[in-house]
């Protein structure tokens, strides 16, 4: 199917579904946008008024919502007014279980229903480059890939229903635990009076590397610009779930739990939106601070 005879409504227009709007726009998809704060919509040509408006009226919606009880809350509306063979995509970074539950549900209705998080950030979502992690029954995923394709550089099928929003937590998790490492790497660092490039440059053409020293060191902490688009609270959500799922599942997670006890302790240092690559000032201070005291 081609992008002008799909429309598709964007739920949430927040820092990634705003410019997932816009690229699915410049891809010539038939897009309207709804968010319960409307100066979220300023600039985009079509708005809708209500869940209701975007579930009566579109082929396909995407949710990019805070958390799973807000999607709840959206798709209960959905269901309640959208035709059989509705597509919903969510690509919010939400729970596994809510997500298959939501998919029971939108089953029953005629609904297909995706789970499509993503990484890649507000410029990934600007830019039509995200990696998405897909889950849901095959069919419903093909019916999203040309959504999907258009905002992806890459898309993985994880599996059925829910296994996206799990491979999206067990990336957040190694994430947010490089995140805090790479904290602890750059304190050791100034403790042995090494320069942080030439360190960077070491690490990053060796296998201590990761998109933490590759990306986030050099774009937001190091150049002091702290304006990815992701904030504290978002991350902290997702080490929660991370954990969670862990003890779901009865797995052994020493170091995780280690990572999600500082993701959950920073609540004390920094707000829920402050730019989530401030925890790797935190690591890096944290234990001069635990030092004096105790002294
Ligand atoms: P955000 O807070 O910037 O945007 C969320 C938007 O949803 C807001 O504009 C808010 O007004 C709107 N909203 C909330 N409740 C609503 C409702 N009931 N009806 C309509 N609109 C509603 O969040 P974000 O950073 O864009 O993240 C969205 C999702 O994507 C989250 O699940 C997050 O974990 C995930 N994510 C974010 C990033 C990132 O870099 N920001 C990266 C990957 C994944």
Redesign the pocket.
């Known amino acids: 199917m081609m992008p002008a005879d799909l429309s598709v409504g964007v739920?949430?227009?927040?820092?990634?579904?705003r410019p997932m709007a816009d690229t699915l726009m410049g891809a010539g998809f038939d897009v309207t946008g709804?968010?319960?704060?409307p100066s979220?919509a300023i600039g985009l040509a079509h708005v809708a008024d209500s869940?209701e408006d975007i579930g009566r009226t579109c082929d396909v919606t995407l949710l990019?919502?805070?958390?799973s009880a807000?999607v709840e809350?959206?798709c209960a509306k959905l269901f309640a007014v959208a035709p059989q063979g509705h597509l919903i995509l969510d690509?919010?970074?939400?729970e596994p279980a809510s997500t298959r539950a939501l998919q029971a549900e939108a089953a029953k209705h005629g609904i297909g229903f995706v789970d499509g998080?993503?990484?890649?950030?507000?410029k990934g979502a600007g830019s039509g480059t995200l990696l998405v992690m897909a889950g849901g029954i095959e069919r419903d995923v093909e019916r999203a890939m040309p959504v999907l394709d258009a905002m992806a550089r890459k898309v993985v099928c994880c599996g059925g229903s829910g296994a996206g929003n799990v491979a999206k937590l067990i990336n957040n998790l190694l994430c947010a635990a490089h995140l805090s490492l790479a904290g602890e790497a750059l304190q050791l660092a100034d403790k042995a009076g090494l320069a942080i490039d030439a360190l960077l440059d070491a690490l990053n053409a060796g296998s201590g590397r990761s998109a933490v020293t590759e990306v986030n060191l050099p774009t937001w902490v190091l150049s002091d610009a702290y304006d990815?688009?992701?904030?504290m609270g978002?991350m902290r959500?997702?080490v929660r779930l991370a954990a969670a799922l862990a003890d779901d599942l009865g797995a052994e997670v020493p170091m995780a739990a280690l990572a999600a006890a500082r993701w959950a302790d920073s609540v004390d240092d920094l707000t829920e939106g402050a730019d989530f690559n401030r925890m790797v000032d935190l690591s890096r201070a944290v234990a001069d601070r635990d030092k004096d005291a105790a002294s």
């Open positions: 739920i949430g227009l927040g820092a990634m579904g709804f968010d319960m704060e979220r869940v990019s919502l805070p958390n807000i809350q959206v690509t919010s970074t939400a998080p993503v990484s890649g950030g507000a990815s688009g992701f904030t978002l959500k997702d």
